[in-house]
């Protein structure tokens, strides 16, 4: 049976998902002949694409460098892309995302409490930094925000926003949701013959817009989750 240009694995956690996307890479290389740098395999946390890149590694006999290159998050795929289309002549941005001391800065400077724990310590994060967080990841649409009460003053997360933009400006900052925003509205498509995403069902609208950008250009898509 011939594999499906788009497919799916949908189960619970620990129902084999990623073990289907292991076969489908093992089915991938030996039988459709695509070379394991003809695939990528893209997933939400960078500690899963670590084990995913020491499984594969192991698996399919491939060196570290091509492991990292066939597994990444999404945000280190369109970190990649950014970092190459940057143009070299300018000075490199610096992350603002886990380094309390911009944020600090930020908050001396507007008065916004953008205290961030991280992906492995949301409940750490201040609310309103949840809030723009989330706002970000749903393409600036306010709408969503104010549906989920996420925060009282949902009209304050647009002056925020752009209050954080200034401050990126002007102190030559990035934040990677910026990197993923900038690969999807490039078009960006990776290189690659077949993509699988593991971990699909944490994607949200900012992330699934740089994945929509393949289909048709992609040979092969596989999502699980």
């Excluded at 070299?88 to 380094?99: A, H, R, W």
């Excluded at 309103?128 to 304050?156: C, G, K, Q």
């Excluded at 934040?175 to 944490?202: G, R, S």
Aim: proline share 6%; charged share 25%; glycine share 4%.
């Amino acid at each position: 049976m011939p594999l499906p240009t788009e497919f799916n694995f949908i189960g619970v956690p620990g129902a084999g998902k990623t073990t289907a996307l292991e076969s489908t890479v093992e089915y991938a290389i030996n039988e459709l002949d695509i070379l394991p740098s003809d695939i990528k395999i893209v997933t939400y946390r960078a500690s899963v694409a670590d084990e995913l890149k020491e499984r594969f590694s192991q698996k399919f006999n491939i060196s570290p460098a091509e492991s990292k290159d066939m597994c990444c998050t999404l945000h280190g795929l369109a970190t990649r892309y950014y970092w190459s289309r940057f143009d070299t002549s300018q000075e490199k941005p610096e992350f603002i995302d886990p380094k309390w001391i911009y944020w600090n800065s930020f908050k001396e400077q507007y008065g916004h409490d953008m205290r961030p724990g991280g992906i492995d310590s949301p409940e750490m994060n201040s609310p309103l930094s949840t809030a723009y967080t989330f706002y970000r990841s749903v393409n600036r649409d306010i709408e969503p925000v104010i549906e989920r009460e996420l925060y009282s003053d949902p009209e304050h997360i647009i002056k925020v926003s752009e209050d954080l933009e200034e401050f990126k400006s002007q102190n030559n900052l990035i934040e990677f949701n910026d990197c993923i925003e900038f690969a999807t509205n490039e078009k960006y498509v990776p290189k690659a013959e077949m993509i699988l995403i593991d971990e699909a069902q944490d994607l949200n609208p900012l992330m699934t817009g740089m994945i929509e950008n393949c289909r048709g250009k992609v040979k092969y898509i596989g999502l699980a989750g």
